[in-house]
């Protein structure tokens, strides 16, 4: 892994406590692929207008529009990381079922275990 990559990993892991697997494959055949997620890692990252735990949601909800579970826990797992709450995340999802209906609350469910379990580190989509 490159000095770059290696960098960009620490940052994601430092900011959301884990960094997304994809960042790590892409990462690896594309060096220059960091220079994106570099891009990604101050757009969402970092508090602004919108603190990142509600960037993380909307993200979250996002991937759950497109019935993507991976997406949805990645995202989840950031915006817990990043001080989200309970409440927060599964108001997230209660939005999730009023915009996408059933389809869309599915993609939810390997995220909704996780945060019933407490059990962030089992995700396949993420390092530590």
Same mark, same amino acid.
């Given at each position: 892994? @490159?000095? %770059? /990559?290696?960098?960009?990993?620490?940052?994601?892991?430092?900011?959301?406590?884990?960094?997304? %697997?994809?960042?790590?494959?892409? *990462?690896?055949?594309?060096?220059?692929? *960091?220079?994106?997620?570099?891009?990604?890692?101050? @757009?969402?990252?970092?508090?602004?207008?919108?603190? @990142?735990?509600?960037?993380?949601?909307?993200?979250?909800?996002?991937? $759950?529009?497109?019935?993507?579970?991976?997406?949805?826990?990645? $995202?989840?797992?950031?915006?817990?990381?990043?001080? $989200? /709450?309970?409440?927060?995340?599964?108001? *997230?999802?209660?939005?999730?079922?009023?915009?996408?209906?059933?389809?869309?609350? /599915?993609?939810?469910?390997? *995220?909704?275990?996780?945060?019933? %379990?407490?059990?962030?580190?089992?995700?396949?989509?993420?390092?530590?």
């Amino acid at each position: 892994m @490159s000095k %770059e /990559t290696k960098e960009l990993t620490g940052k994601f892991v430092k900011k959301m406590g884990f960094a997304p %697997e994809i960042m790590h494959v892409a *990462a690896t055949m594309d060096p220059k692929m *960091a220079e994106f997620y570099d891009f990604c890692d101050s @757009s969402i990252q970092n508090d602004s207008a919108l603190p @990142s735990k509600y960037k993380m949601l909307l993200v979250m909800v996002m991937g $759950a529009q497109r019935h993507c579970k991976e997406c949805v826990v990645s $995202a989840m797992r950031g915006a817990y990381n990043k001080g $989200a /709450t309970e409440d927060e995340i599964l108001e *997230a999802v209660r939005c999730v079922a009023v915009a996408g209906g059933a389809p869309a609350v /599915t993609a939810c469910k390997d *995220a909704l275990l996780m945060l019933k %379990e407490k059990s962030f580190d089992k995700a396949g989509c993420g390092r530590g």
